[in-house]
């Protein structure tokens, strides 16, 4: 997909995908406009985005939130405010501003819950255990109806947990890996709830990069696309291997707080079929080979 000169606007930027996407679309010669809230952007700022909207972007993606499924359970308004409500009125003003812009829109494996059968399909029920997960689910329902009514260009990615070379920053939640490798790094404590057999299925930032660009054609519009790497991996297996690669750190195990527990989901594994079929998407980057890279840039 050619982005040269495409007029691009990240909401959401100076977060950890948002950072990375930045510099790919940088590199494939994009004009970006970000809208963020470290500049005093507010994405419930409905007046300020529809000023912004005015622009016709060639393509938006849509990356600003807030996640963190115990986090969600305790702030449920400020998640709805933001995840569902924000969303929906960004996208029913695209629809009336700028109709032809393409929608990227960010979403979560959680809005499936806990998985009734392995891999995961784009079909399998929507049963979110989390405010997290059901403001994500709304916010894509709302994009699908828009979709079929007024020809919204949106294509929708619910993604597994997403890791890669970062900035050490306050844990928040979806990127495990990064976390994980942060309290090695430091020789700190690596705490696994339970025995942490569950599987999860994680795919390196920029496989994750790779797929948004991919998204930009004509055969992704409204549909809703899985994005992972495709397989399981056990929590316990993931944090053995990065006290190994790290030579720092160690494991220990304790019992589920409640809070974390109410919104566990257990094993997942993404399907990815469906964005193989459509968009060619196939990961690249092995779990090892993706710990060493992030280690190596820390």
């Given amino acids: 997909m050619n982005l040269s000169n495409k007029k691009v606007l990240v909401t959401g930027s100076s977060g ?11 590199k494939e010669g994009a004009q970006i406009t970000i809208f963020d809230k470290r500049n005093g952007d507010d994405v419930k700022d409905e007046k300020k985005m ?62 499936y819950g806990i998985p009734r059968k392995l891999p995961v399909g784009e079909s399998h029920p929507t049963e979110p255990n989390s405010i997290y997960g059901l403001s994500k689910l709304l916010a894509t329902q709302y994009a699908l109806l828009l979709a079929k009514t007024q020809k919204l260009n949106v294509t929708i990615f619910r993604t597994s947990n997403t890791y890669g070379p970062h900035e050490k920053e306050k844990f928040h939640g979806y990127n495990l890996i990064n976390h994980f490798i942060d309290l090695a790094k430091s020789n700190k404590k690596i705490v696994i709830f339970g025995h942490g057999d569950q599987l999860r299925d994680y795919i390196y930032i920029d496989d994750l990069i790779d797929a948004f660009i991919l ?84």
């Fill in 16 to 26: 950890f995908i948002g950072e990375n996407l930045k510099t790919r679309l940088i």
């Fill in 50 to 111: 529809a000023g912004t909207l005015k622009n016709n972007f060639d393509i938006i993606y849509h990356l600003a939130g807030v996640s963190g499924s115990a986090g969600s359970n305790k702030n449920a308004i400020e998640s709805f405010k933001i995840n569902t409500l924000a969303t929906i009125k960004m996208l029913a003003l695209v629809c009336k501003i700028s109709p032809k812009t393409k929608i990227i829109l960010s979403s979560s494996r959680l809005e």
């Fill in 215 to 298: 998204a930009n054609q004509k055969i992704a519009s409204g549909k809703i696309y899985n994005l992972g790497y495709g397989k399981g991996v056990s929590l316990m297996e993931m944090a053995t291997l990065i006290v190994e690669k790290t030579g720092n750190g160690n494991i220990i195990s304790r019992p589920w707080p409640q809070e974390y527990k109410n919104v566990e989901t257990g094993s997942y594994i993404s399907d990815i079929r469906a964005i193989n079929n459509d968009l060619n998407f196939v990961p690249r980057t092995t779990l090892v080979e993706g710990i060493i890279k992030t280690i190596n840039n820390y």
